[in-house]
């Protein structure tokens, strides 16, 4: 009896490890899979974008308008893409994306207003500092050098 409920155990247990896979291979594929790097450059390109026109005073509201819903368009797509199989990388993203959103938003609505703009891309620049962490922590969880 004792050998039985034994085996029974060892199988479920060799059992259940096939159907699993390491977090750095659930990682890559989750990178692949949501193109995360492309994404991660357009999202990048973006955001300097929307800060170079902000920080140009001659910039109209139509200008703000175009280049900050693009942001969030981008912005909320990779947050779609969440969450990522390592708990750390989804946190770091999070965090980025929601400063960035928050950046875009307060873009959006700046118009001429000056303390608007600065609060804009002080946002920006937060949420992009957190984005380049977060980057590296995805590589790293995917057990791939930094891109």
Request: proline share 2%; with cysteine.
């Amino acid at each position: 009896m004792i050998r039985a409920v034994a085996a029974l155990l060892v199988a479920g247990l060799l059992l259940s490890a096939c159907g699993t896979q390491s977090e750095v291979k659930a990682m890559s594929g989750w990178i692949n899979q949501s193109e995360f790097h492309q994404n991660m450059t357009t999202l990048i390109t973006d955001v300097h974008h929307s800060a170079s026109a902000l920080e140009k005073s001659s910039s109209s509201s139509h200008v703000l308008h175009l280049v900050c819903a693009v942001l969030v368009t981008d912005t909320e797509s990779a947050n779609a893409a969440l969450p990522a199989p390592d708990r750390q990388s989804t946190s770091l993203l999070s965090r980025a994306y929601t400063d960035i959103g928050g950046g875009a938003n307060t873009c959006y609505g700046a118009g001429t207003n000056t303390a608007l703009r600065k609060k804009a891309l002080e946002y920006l620049k937060k949420g992009l500092g957190e984005l380049t962490e977060a980057i590296l922590r995805v590589d790293v969880a995917a057990g791939t050098s930094p891109a």
